[in-house]
């Protein structure tokens, strides 16, 4: 049997369509990326909590490989969640790309992958 990783229960919720965040289950502080103790209280017990979905980018760039280009611009952003937390995510919409535009996740397959990327407000679906 292969041990479980702190992060594995954060892909079953991506794969069941759930966006999750571990959560103390003594002090309540959220812990990302995901630990086997709190850094708060130094508890080991932590609960999945889902998160809102929402957030603000904080920055963006391009990203081009060297020598196997994407056929579309792929943007990374860095993505500022109201639950106090960042999350490094591909933008859907490069075409919206701006710091401090509103964004909501998608939990959207890529290359057989179910991944949590992010799409602007505007930018329709
Ligand atoms: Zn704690």
């Not at 369509?17 to 309540?28: F, H, I, K, S, Y």
């Not at 086997?36 to 209280?41: H, K, N, V, Y």
Request: include cysteine; aromatic fraction near 6%; charged fraction near 25%.
């Amino acid at each position: 049997m292969q041990a479980r990783r702190d992060q594995d229960f954060f892909w079953e919720g991506i794969d069941r369509g759930e966006l999750l965040v571990q959560t103390c289950d003594a002090c309540d502080t959220i812990r990302h990326p995901p630990q086997p103790r709190c850094a708060a209280c130094g508890s080991d017990a932590w609960r999945a909590e889902p998160l809102s979905g929402e957030g603000t980018i904080l920055a963006f760039l391009e990203s081009v490989h060297p020598s196997r280009r994407d056929e579309e611009p792929r943007c990374v952003c860095l993505v500022e969640l109201p639950e106090g937390i960042r999350m490094v995510s591909s933008l859907l919409d490069p075409e919206n790309a701006a710091n401090g535009a509103a964004v909501r996740f998608e939990i959207t397959e890529y290359d057989g992958q179910k991944l949590p990327l992010v799409r602007t407000a505007g930018g329709g679906q």
